[in-house]
């Protein structure tokens, strides 16, 4: 079974500042899909960034970027020029190669983002 | 195009009750999972319907059950209503490896 961890449970950063939320992992597969998803109080998740783990290449999406580190196990986000409109929770998940395979997620942390 | 729809928005039930919560996937989408959030944790893997069957199934109890329809849409039902049943759910619908998609959640509160 896959386990993922998400050790802070609570962050904060100044607008325009960047900030980096952790995540470890820990499964059996070699190959795998890593996210993550951003929930703000209106309650619906919202896909942040994907990283596919035979990818070596990190991903990034706009201010958005991990650091994957699959020998570690660690998945992390690093979210540049922070703006007001981030906060919010934010959940890492994994899920297996296998097509609509279910998503793990963490416990979740808390961003607020200071004006 | 309308992403995933899911009613009601909230809902307060007794100890004891059963309640259904329903759920329309995004349109295109075959697979519909859902998911319990409890407050201030990450969501948990209920269960998943493909081709209007259980496909896939978390540690959750058999007071739990569901269904899909020709349609996709799909309904979760929570028989014997306890306090701990008290969550966020969270239903999203999927297409092979294009990723899901998640609904806004129904709120339910048990008394």
């Known amino acids: 079974a896959q386990t993922v961890t998400q050790s802070q449970p609570e962050m904060s950063v100044q607008e325009a500042e960047t900030v980096t939320l952790s995540c470890t992992y820990d499964?059996?597969?070699?190959?795998?899909?890593l996210f993550w998803y951003k929930q703000p109080p209106s309650r619906q998740m919202i896909l942040v960034i994907r990283q596919e783990a035979y990818k070596q290449q990190n991903a990034t999406e706009n201010r958005f970027s991990v650091n994957f580190q699959k020998a570690a196990k660690s998945f992390s986000l690093k979210i540049s020029d922070s703006q007001l409109g981030d906060t919010a929770m934010y959940f890492c998940a994994f899920m297996g190669l296998r097509a609509n395979s279910k998503l793990t997620f963490g416990k979740g942390i808390t961003l607020s983002v200071r004006p | 195009d309308a992403g995933v729809t899911q009613s009601p928005t909230h809902l307060i039930k007794t100890r004891g009750q059963q309640v259904t919560l329903r759920c329309s996937p995004k349109s295109g989408h075959d697979t519909v999972s859902w998911y319990q959030q409890a407050l201030g944790q990450g969501p948990q893997f209920i269960f998943q319907y493909y081709e209007e069957e259980e496909r896939q199934r978390g540690n959750f109890p058999d007071r739990f059950s569901g269904h899909q329809f020709p349609n996709y849409s799909s309904e979760l039902n929570v028989n014997a209503l306890l306090l701990g049943d008290s969550a966020l759910y969270l239903c999203?619908?999927?297409?092979?490896?294009?990723?899901?998609?998640f609904g806004s959640g129904t709120r339910l509160t048990v008394v």
């Open positions: 499964t059996s597969e070699n190959n795998y899909y």
């Open positions: 999203a619908s999927s297409l092979a490896f294009y990723g899901y998609t």
